[in-house]
């Protein structure tokens, strides 16, 4: 009898399941109703879905403990406790918001990202290769973004009024010395890296995060490549040289390996050049990249970059140029890098990094010659807190050390030797806080203590961001800038005080559809820079030197106008004047030219399977110092022009036939004036203008690809 | 009399074990086709929301998110703007993410990703064509890997193959092949419409066939 009393209450306790109703209304902090919101008992199927007016209406069994969760894209969970002695529920909620860095305003001050993992950049990583007149080299296509300063005979990226030498180039983290191949004196180099190693790029002219120093102007920084899709090999043999690539790809790992060779000679016997060759450029360079997945959540990184390059060519005596001057200039390098992410908790999350780098230079010519070994190594541990949504805070030790040994002889045979061994420990703590999707603010302190100078010092960098619609936002950055004076100069006084800069910056942008514009104003202070009246005698160094750079910034980019057509448009002004070096006051610097612009275009026709790139840029007028005038920099070169095209032609999947021409129209770019060292029996110093080595440019290439998936081609990569 | 208690309890247990089993089974039943069907965008996301309330309260089934994931590719076609359509996307792959916490390199899974990257092509072609076809290709390649057997995996790579040589203006691609492949496997299997399984595609490919293949 007791039994099946039991047996019955079992029963009727199930059948006692009565129903019970909830209604309710969902909305945002606004007071505006959220329709589409999933409303729903946990762990149940019984749930609906708010209409246009946020209500929704469940019919669900009664349970114990019943959890109502309403939950909607954007928003957090929001999770009710319901009484389950009422038949009939109530209720109205209001769902806070999350703040999703997808759509949430996002500090651009001072700061170009190209990665394809975010779709709100204005420029992706594919965009930098693909622009005509870059020859596939990373500062090659910075170049044509506003902020920067075409320093033709150089190659590098010359940022706001700073030296090419204030940019500082960053690989996962990890910074990366010497990283422009070796090239003839007044030649362009090119970056060592290529850009298809990388997914993402970030290339920031001022006010950039406290993780990075040692930077005075510009850091750019890279994010290689993940695990590889496919397994495949590339084959390209072009007008300088050739290359095999191929990429490995297992279950959570990947290799890829990259051998360049490069070799100018047939091109040179082609096209004639304003100098003469002995052993035209030749360079080896291997790239290699492992990548592992560690766990679910950690990834391990390798990179080897190694190349050895070298050239010997005769250059003109400036007074005499019937006297051709050898010269021989070497290069080995070898630069290795570790990175190690992983997520230790909900909350926090590590990064470890250490980086190598091997750096041996020689150049010579007539007797003089100079070589210079850098040997760097750089460990980093950064952690990553992430209180909530809206707080993180990132905290970072590292540790630099550099050394450098330098041998000069002049014509004489006299030799000079300096050394040095520099190390840089430094940490720093960063705080982002969202005060609404529309509102942020970075705060960041840097500390660094420099052996050398042995000088503890503290940069703050500041930023806020706030997002004034859909598409626009503004964003400000404040920042202060340390670093160490040029190697030329710790070789002669190993403790000469670093330099200093000061950034503030204001931008505006606007990201449309298919369309974005944006533009910068800044102001730059240096200090403390080197001043001297001979520059191998560092008892005439003082550190007093300072300067200033200001000016403005526009971008605009447009991919939808036109079709199939892409192009952009970059803009700078700059007005900047530096007392440094061995300047009588303040001077505009030769590598900066008042107004700077350049438009690159992309067109894909179909009809001739084509993509076709057009690049113009233009420089004003730069100075130099013309030693047959008594002012000092009163020398005005010509304005600098440049067009170039590139066509790349898709004969099938796997092969594409590329061709590329800088300068088409042959415009005569002088970039200053060289002199000779004494003056003619009359007083007048013989000059030689410093121009490109060839008028054009001619680059011809036929890239393969051997891949199973016939669907895979190149073609990204042009 | 113990043991009569002892088995009540027993069939109760397994009847409630039984009940839920077919509460899911019935579940699917109802708002799978109600996914293909729904024609408005407020429908579709009702929809949507009960497979993933089913998803949720599953602790093991994949399929719920396999459904929400193709829900939001369908409600991505429903609307204009490039905003919302990402928006559905990356919500798809989202659903995507936790049926693939339940399952991991799943080939139904793995092909859906790859069709979410390839809508992300047509959103903007221009802009977006090289790098997410690659990503599309690359997820249709790996799902046939994972099962060679996945006819949707063909039938799709086969979209894909055709429209990157639409582009380059010549040939199929390999895409009939691809549909040939496809339309072998989809009638090679007894085809249940009351299966939870994913079993779309046959219709789809025999479109493709009649319109590309064909007329060659």
């Known amino acids: 009898m007791k039994v099946q009393f039991l047996f019955l209450s079992i029963i009727l306790s199930f059948q006692s399941l009565a129903q019970v109703t909830i209604g309710g209304y969902i909305k945002e902090k606004s007071g505006e109703p959220l329709l589409g919101v999933n409303v729903f008992i946990e762990g149940t199927y019984d749930g609906a879905t708010t209409d246009l007016e946020g209500k929704f209406s469940i019919t669900t069994d009664r349970a114990d403990s019943m959890i109502l969760v309403a939950s909607f894209v954007g928003f957090h969970d929001h999770k009710i406790l319901l009484d389950q002695n009422k038949d009939k529920i109530q209720i109205e909620i209001e769902l806070k918001e999350k703040i999703n860095k997808l759509n949430a305003v996002v500090i651009t001050a001072g700061s170009f990202d190209a990665s394809d993992e975010s779709k709100r950049v204005v420029l992706n990583s594919l965009d930098i290769v693909t622009t005509a007149g870059s020859t596939a080299d990373i500062p090659g296509a910075l170049n044509t973004l506003p902020g920067t300063q075409t320093v033709g005979e150089t190659g590098r990226l010359f940022v706001r009024g700073g030296e090419g030498r204030e940019t500082k180039t960053f690989i996962d983290g990890m910074i ?90 047939p091109y040179f016997a082609l096209v004639s050049q304003n100098i003469k060759w002995d052993q035209a450029p030749t360079d080896l360079n291997g790239n290699f990249a492992y990548r592992i997945k560690t766990s679910k959540t950690g990834f391990l990184k390798v990179y080897a970059n190694l190349s050895s390059a070298e050239m010997d060519l005769y250059e003109r005596d400036i007074a005499d140029p019937n006297l051709l001057l050898p010269t021989r200039v070497t290069s080995d390098y070898l630069y290795f890098n570790t990175s190690y992410k992983e997520v230790l908790s909900e909350k926090w999350g590590i990064r470890l990094g250490t980086s190598f780098t091997e750096s041996s230079d020689f150049a010579s010519q007539a007797g003089q010659s100079r070589e210079e070994d850098i040997s760097g190594r750089h460990g980093k541990a950064v952690l990553d807190y992430i209180h909530s949504d809206k707080l993180s805070i990132r905290f970072g030790a590292e540790l630099l050390l550099r050394k450098g040994d330098e041998t000069l002889i002049n014509n004489l045979g006299q030799t000079l030797n300096g050394q040095f061994d520099e190390s840089i420990a430094s940490g720093f703590v960063e705080a982002e806080q969202y005060i609404s999707s529309s509102l942020v603010f970075k705060a960041g302190l840097r500390m660094e203590n420099n052996s050398l100078v042995d000088q503890a010092t503290a940069n703050p960098r500041l930023s806020a961001g706030y997002k004034l619609g859909d598409k626009s936002q503004v964003s400000v950055a404040y920042g202060t800038f340390r670093q160490a004076p040029s190697n030329s100069i710790i070789y002669r006084l190993n403790n000469a005080t670093q330099e200093n800069a000061e950034h503030y910056i204001a931008n505006y942008q606007w990201l449309g559809e298919g369309r974005s514009f944006r533009v910068e104003v800044y102001k730059k202070n240096y200090s403390n ?190 | ?204 490919t025999n479109e493709a066939i009649q319109q590309i293949c064909e007329g060659k």
């Open chain 1, 529 to 718: 820079l080197t001043r001297y009246s001979d520059e191998f005698t560092a008892s005439t160094f003082n550190f007093d030197g300072d300067g200033f750079a200001e000016g403005l910034d526009l971008f605009w980019r447009d991919s939808r106008t036109f079709n199939n057509t892409d192009y952009w448009v970059s803009y700078s002004y700059i007005n900047s004047e530096r007392n440094y070096r061995n300047y009588p006051g303040s001077f505009r610097p030769p590598f900066v030219s008042n107004h700077n612009f350049s438009v690159v275009a992309k067109r894909f026709i179909q009809s001739i399977k084509s993509q076709l790139g057009l690049t113009y840029s233009f420089a004003s007028k730069r100075r130099y110092n013309d030693l047959n005038e008594d002012v000092f920099l009163g020398g005005k070169t010509p304005n600098y022009h440049d067009l170039s095209f590139n066509i790349s032609y898709l004969y099938s999947n796997q092969i594409i036939f590329h061709a590329m021409v800088n300068n088409v129209f042959g415009f005569n770019n002088i970039f200053g004036y060289d002199y000779a060292a004494q003056p003619d029996s009359d007083g007048f110093y013989a000059s030689r203008p410093i121009r490109p080595p060839a008028k054009r440019f001619l680059f011809l290439g036929v890239f393969i690809t051997l891949a199973k998936n016939k669907s895979i081609s190149q073609l990204p990569n042009l």
């Open chain 1, 176 to 265: 990366v010395h010497n990283e422009y191949s070796p090239s003839a004196p007044n030649t362009p180099g090119r970056s060592r890296f290529s850009p298809f190693m990388f997914k993402g790029m970030s290339f920031s002219t001022g006010g950039y995060s406290a993780e990075y120093g040692q930077a005075l102007s510009s850091a750019l920084i890279l994010q290689s490549k993940d695990i590889a899709d496919i397994t495949r090999t590339d084959l390209s043999f072009m007008s300088v040289g050739a290359d095999v690539a191929h990429t490995s790809v297992w279950k959570n790992s990947s290799f890829a390996g990259k051998v360049q060779y490069s070799n100018l000679t």
């Open chain 2, 1 to 204: 009399m113990k043991k009569t208690v002892l088995t009540a309890i027993g069939i109760l247990c397994a009847a409630v074990l039984f009940a839920n089993g077919g509460q899911f089974e019935k579940a699917m039943a109802k708002n799978i086709p109600a996914m293909y069907q729904a024609a408005d965008p407020e429908t579709l996301i009702g929809v949507v929301n009960q497979l993933t309330r089913i998803g949720d309260a599953e602790a093991n089934r994949w399929e719920p998110y396999y459904y929400a994931a193709f829900g939001y590719l369908r409600l991505m076609s429903m609307v204009e703007s490039t905003e919302d359509k990402d928006k559905y996307l990356d919500q798809g792959l989202a659903a995507i993410a936790k049926g693939e916490a339940i399952k991991a390199n799943d080939s139904e899974l793995e092909s859906m990703k790859g069709y979410i990257h390839m809508m992300r092509v047509t959103i903007d072609p221009a802009t977006r064509g090289m790098q997410y076809s690659g990503m599309a290709m690359a997820s249709f390649q790996k799902a046939i890997a994972l099962n060679p057997q996945n006819g949707r995996a063909h039938f799709l790579l086969g979209r894909m193959q055709f429209g990157t040589a639409q582009f380059m203006g010549n040939g199929d691609g390999g895409a009939c092949e691809s549909f040939a492949k496809a339309k072998a496997i989809f009638e090679s299997e007894e085809n249940d419409e009351r299966s939870i399984a994913p079993s779309w595609g046959l219709g789809g």
